[in-house]
């Protein structure tokens, strides 16, 4: 007897092997018993064989009392007359099915042996009467997430009590249209993560999630991509499959929690915490950096140890933004107006940035900072930087130059598609924080501390990191100066901050 707990949607590809891939969860005993079954559902998608000819599956994942798993999959026009047999959480006994080995190279988590379902299979329901189902999953934890961000080559699997959702979008992408909408989920440890639900998984799923957001529901995300929006993200791809409600026990425990700290979850909602850079989730006590003249534009992020400085940069320190999604705008300050980007209506509210460079022993970068960690290094408000512009002075900066000379960060960034005037890579910081001084020097994991420069790198390095002759350190400067008032080129990702206010912000001490 077979529970049936995922499902996939119908999927159509091309087979150049005469097999599919196929993603099995777990082993199968030649002998065909009876069965419960559990289900996920993935979506459709389409491959050709060697003939041209389209083929489409839908994957299902079986459990029985023991805990033993095993993946069915049912093809072509089979689908429309065996796949409506089959519902998730129903227990079902299976017989005369196909079974089949797994070529190893499609071979996945151990397993060899799948079930084909056909229209000879047979399937019959059986009434059961457990509440709690007897499966086990293994749950990458919220912390652990990281370490598998932007790698195509793994995925992962999480559990969380989804509490809120942003706006559904539509995104154009290689002439094709896409609708996404992000759900936060939450742990019992406070932890608060997005989750993207793509085209189908939104129609379907996400609907579920949408109707029943005041009890909390709790979802598995299985075969998740980690990304990085806002530092840590997730995000469901064509093999992922998703479990709302499911009647395990680690559900229910966090279903529990959820209803037991209804309050707790109010406040997080309110704070929207959740949509700013997450560092408890990215920064690691250990974090591993690399040297500035190793970062390169096709990598995601880096994280490097640096100075900061901008002494000699001409820059107004703020941009006027949208409120809402912090896009630049040429709205006038408390105006209310309706962004077109994120088409929310409120009023434009100024935004600190400004341009800084980056150095360690091995080169110079030019960098962007924006919002909360821009005032945090400025000392001054965005609000108090746009008052001192527009009544033509200075901010008083000397102090703050000073200081930045003796200190050493930790700073998360990411490349801009937009380069400087000269070709030159420009980048977002995403986190910094200061580090203690023996912690200073940069290096590469994984290489020794002597890293060779070319004679052309070092030339440049040499050039942007003289200062003597009170020239500019960094050729940002120059498109600072000529192009004061241009658009502020504001990412998309890049992160909120909390109300400007006329209050001074604490100095670097």
């Given amino acids: 007897m077979f529970l049936l707990l995922f499902t996939s949607a119908v999927l159509t590809f091309f087979v150049f092997t005469g097999m599919s891939s196929l993603l099995l969860i777990g082993d199968i005993m030649p002998d065909m018993k009876n069965w419960s079954c559990i289900i996920t559902v993935q979506e459709k998608q389409q491959v050709t064989d060697s003939m041209g000819t389209p083929t489409k599956k839908q994957k299902f994942v079986f459990y029985d009392s023991e805990s033993s798993k095993v993946e069915g999959i049912i093809f072509n026009a089979d689908i429309a007359r065996m796949s409506p047999m089959l519902q998730v959480y129903k227990k079902y006994k299976i017989s005369n099915a196909d079974v089949r080995n797994i070529p190893p190279k499609f071979q996945t988590l151990g397993l060899t042996k799948q079930w084909v379902i056909t229209s000879k299979t047979v399937i019959e329901e059986v009434n059961g009467s457990e509440d709690i189902m007897p499966v086990k999953f293994s749950f990458t934890q919220f912390a652990d997430l990281a370490e598998y961000m932007d790698d195509r080559s793994k995925s992962v699997d999480v559990l969380g009590v989804v509490i809120s959702s942003l706006a559904k979008k539509t995104i154009t992408k290689n002439s094709k249209q896409s609708n ?50 806002n530092g840590v993200a997730l995000s469901t791809w064509f093999d ?49 950096t690399t040297l500035i003249c190793n970062v390169i534009p096709s990598q995601k992020t880096a994280w490097v140890k640096a100075k900061l400085s901008f ?24 105006i209310e107006f309706t962004c077109n980007s994120c088409k929310e209506k409120g009023p434009a509210m100024p935004r600190c940035r400004f341009d800084v460079d980056l150095s360690d ?18 000392t001054f408000t965005a609000l108090e930087a746009m008052d001192h512009f527009n009544q033509n002075l200075e901010l008083p900066l000397d102090f ?76 940002v400067r120059l498109r600072l100066s000529q192009k004061f008032d241009e658009a502020e080129t504001v990412d998309s990702n890049d992160f909120k901050s909390s109300d400007a206010n006329s209050k001074k912000k604490a100095k670097l001490g």
């Fill in 180 to 229: 996404v909408q992000k759900f936060v989920l939450l742990n019992e440890e406070s932890q608060t993560v997005l989750l993207s639900l793509w085209d189908d998984f939104l129609n379907n799923e996400g609907q579920v999630l949408l109707n029943n957001m005041q009890s909390y529901p709790v979802i598995i995300g299985r075969r998740l991509k980690v990304t990085n929006y």
């Fill in 240 to 288: 992922s499959a998703l479990l709302v409600d499911p009647p395990i026990q680690e559900a229910r425990q966090l279903k529990n929690w959820a209803m037991r700290n209804a309050k707790l979850i109010a406040e997080i909602i309110d704070a929207k915490s959740y949509i700013k850079y997450n560092p408890a989730l990215c920064f690691k006590p250990d974090q591993k």
């Fill in 311 to 334: 002494d000699h940069i001409f820059q107004k320190y703020w941009y006027m933004s949208c409120a809402k999604c912090c896009r630049a705008t040429a709205a006038d300050y408390g």
């Fill in 361 to 378: 022993d091995s080169g110079v970068i030019p960098a962007s900072i924006f919002g909360d960690l821009a005032e945090n290094i400025l």
């Fill in 400 to 475: 703050v130059h000073a200081r930045l000379k003796t200190k050493t960060f930790l700073v998360h960034i990411k490349p801009v598609q937009t380069q400087l005037a000269d070709a030159r890579q420009r980048y977002t910081i995403l986190y910094c924080s200061e580090v203690e001084p023996e912690f200073g020097h940069a290096q590469l994991t994984g290489e020794p501390e002597s890293v060779s420069v070319s004679a052309h790198q070092q030339t440049e390095n040499e050039h942007l990191l003289m200062t003597g002759d009170g020239g500019s350190g960094s050729k």
